[in-house]
């Protein structure tokens, strides 16, 4: 099972962006893009939100049959959630026909379930789903309102979120309802002027794939007391180990 370079984009677009688990939430398509077609999870079953859950299922009883130590296991899912999440954002920005506030719901209803995964596995506290935040947020920003009073609340929304990544989505954003306005230039030129404000401020557009988290190993003491085990004679090792 390989998470990530291909393998995590594979996952994440499939599972985070394109499972539709609300039936009929996203059936109709953006006014200027109807007649494009669109990946769906169904073209890829097996990379579906459903294949993902039952994979980390098996993953996780894999790494338990073989006694990995939970702090690592914490470690792990970490770094693969943020596989899934970094390369759903990559590619959210790049696809216009994602950018609408009924899709803004659908991505939000799927990391739902891998948020609600972790607290079934017990892994809540592993970082794994503060990993999942700048994807969180982009489906949270395609839902909020983006009215002239909204500014502050939306720049508050959206801190894990470089301000190249807000201003492309809000760029982006097209209405399901043809009768309804795009977001207007002088909310998102607001936004800017308000983002100036952010301390240290990253200006990268697309999150790096090719990040990984420093890995501790934790000191676990051995429950085995060394000195009463018996060397079998037939290893003809005897000569090599000494009792203190």
């Not at 760029?171 to 952010?198: A, G, H």
Request: charged share 25%; with cysteine.
């Amino acid at each position: 099972m390989y998470w990530g370079g291909k393998g995590g984009t594979y996952w994440g677009v499939a599972a985070v962006l394109d499972h539709e688990a609300i039936a009929g939430l996203t059936g109709s398509k953006p006014s200027g893009l109807r007649g494009r077609s669109s990946s769906r999870a169904d073209d890829t079953p097996e990379h579906s939100l459903d294949s993902l859950m039952k994979a980390m299922n098996q993953f996780v009883r894999v790494l338990t049959q073989h006694a990995v130590d939970p702090e690592l296991v914490k470690q792990i899912f970490r770094q693969v959630y943020y596989f899934l999440g970094a390369s759903a954002l990559n590619n959210l920005l790049l696809r216009k026909e994602m950018c609408n506030w009924s899709k803004g719901m659908q991505i939000r209803y799927n990391l739902s379930h891998m948020e609600q995964w972790l607290r079934d596995n017990k892994l809540q506290e592993s970082g794994a789903g503060s990993s999942l935040e700048p994807i969180v947020q982009a489906s949270q920003l395609l839902q909020a309102r983006k009215t002239d009073a909204d500014v502050d609340s939306v720049c508050d929304m959206c801190s894990k979120l470089t301000v190249p990544q807000i201003v492309k989505i809000l760029n982006l954003y097209t209405p399901v309802d043809e009768f309804k306005e795009r977001v207007p230039i002088s909310f998102i030129r607001k936004i800017q002027q308000k983002l100036k404000e952010r301390v240290n401020t990253d200006n990268s557009l697309l999150m790096d794939l090719k990040f990984s988290y420093s890995v501790t190993f934790p000191f676990t003491p051995s429950k085995i007391i060394l000195e009463t085990i018996e060397v079998p004679e037939q290893l003809h090792i005897n000569k090599l180990v000494s009792r203190c």
